[in-house]
């Protein structure tokens, strides 16, 4: 008899339990007789040994549910190869935890849900010896190895709501809004609703702003009697200036704001240039709430069983990516320690460039 364990790390998002259901219900299918454990919080239940044992019934009526019926956490992975407890240097690291809980308790196999730090902890626990299949998850979208990580278009769709809401009472005002949404230090998410929402000005940590030529874009707009503009920031956005510094300084100048985010330091300095009234709105972790879109249902499902498929034939060290609308193991080492941003010359920022959107700088 299989044992396996199921764990979903890191930041959530919608369709983790939709992905855990796949997975879950093509593994009971194949082999009516696997056993599923699930950890709870993540890695945190690997180091712990804080599990469950699963049933087929934990996986009935979970489809459709936001958040994750595991539980996560945030394991920072350069912490990995230390003590539990930092005070004690001669407990075991947590790595040396997680693998005696995954020998101890004999599992098979680990099928883990997660973002770019899960995979960093993921390919370490492969390179000790552990069968690990990983499934990409995050909102922001920025995994290298699939074109798409489940809970980004669920994400993007709440986004974009956003943003129409907010265009009607800009409307009525004529007033700017600077809307700042999540994606860590990818833009994708901010130009994806950027554009569904029809933003006039999109500014993603890629393509690094100029408040100039921002205020330039929002002057030419009311010129053209344009009552509102919405500006669609991604909150990694980052100055031409800041992007010339180094780390320090970098940190040095963003410690010394007194605004909370991107969104009000624009706010504050765009208002000494434009003549407008300017609002921010920041919707948070609102974007990573409530029900999975039907797309990211079928992405998470579609990724949930080609993941069981792997497991079900001992094939280990891979992520299941998203590939020309197939879905493709990826070697694991191909995928942790990489970002996937935004290239300069995506089709999303050429067609935004076609309508006339601004990046807040030159396009060449
Ligand atoms: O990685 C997903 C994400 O939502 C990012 O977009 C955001 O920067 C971060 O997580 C927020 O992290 P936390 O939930 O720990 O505040």
Redesign the pocket.
């Known amino acids: 008899m299989k044992r396996i364990g199921l764990l979903t790390s890191?930041?959530d998002?919608q369709g983790l339990n939709t992905a855990l259901r796949g997975v879950a219900k093509a593994l009971y299918e194949a082999e009516p007789d696997i056993e599923l454990i699930g950890f709870r919080d993540g890695y945190r239940g690997l180091i712990d040994e804080d599990f469950l044992v699963m049933k087929p019934v934990d996986f009935t009526g979970i489809l459709t549910i936001g958040g994750t019926i595991l539980g996560t956490s945030?394991q920072p992975f350069k912490t990995m190869n230390q003590p539990v407890d930092p005070t004690n240097p001669d407990e075991p690291t947590r790595l040396e935890r997680m693998l005696q809980t995954y020998r101890k308790m004999k599992i098979d196999g680990l099928v883990i849900l997660g973002?770019n730090g899960t995979h960093n902890t993921a390919q370490l626990l492969s390179e000790n010896g552990v069968n690990v299949v990983t499934l990409p998850k995050?909102?922001?979208n920025d995994l290298v190895g699939t074109e798409m990580t489940f809970g980004f278009q669920s994400a993007v769709n709440i986004a974009t709501t956003v943003i129409d809401c907010i265009h009607t009472t800009a409307t009525s005002h004529g007033r700017v809004f600077i809307i700042e949404l999540?994606?860590?230090k990818a833009g994708w998410l901010t130009l994806h609703a950027g554009i569904a929402g029809g933003a006039d000005v999109i500014l993603i940590p890629e393509l690094p702003y100029d408040l100039g030529m921002i205020a330039d874009a929002l002057d030419k707009r009311s010129r053209e009697h344009k009552r509102f503009s919405i500006i669609a920031v991604a909150?990694g956005a980052m100055s031409i200036e800041e992007t010339a510094m180094n780390k320090k300084e970098f940190q040095k100048i963003r410690s010394s704001w007194k605004y909370p985010s991107v969104a009000y330091k624009l706010a504050h300095d765009l208002s000494e240039r434009v003549g407008a009234e300017i609002r921010v709105t920041v919707p948070g972790?609102f974007q990573?709430g409530g029900q999975p879109s039907p797309f990211d249902r079928v992405l998470a499902t579609a990724f949930g069983t080609a993941a069981a498929e792997l497991v079900l034939k001992n094939k280990y060290g891979y992520m299941v990516g998203w590939k020309k609308h197939e879905v493709v193991p990826v070697p694991l080492a191909d995928v942790a320690g990489k970002l996937k941003q935004v290239p300069a010359d995506d089709l999303m920022v050429r067609s935004a460039l076609a309508l006339g959107v601004s990046f807040g700088r030159e396009m060449t």
């Open positions: 890191g930041g998002c945030r973002g995050t909102i922001d999540m994606g860590h909150e972790h990573r």
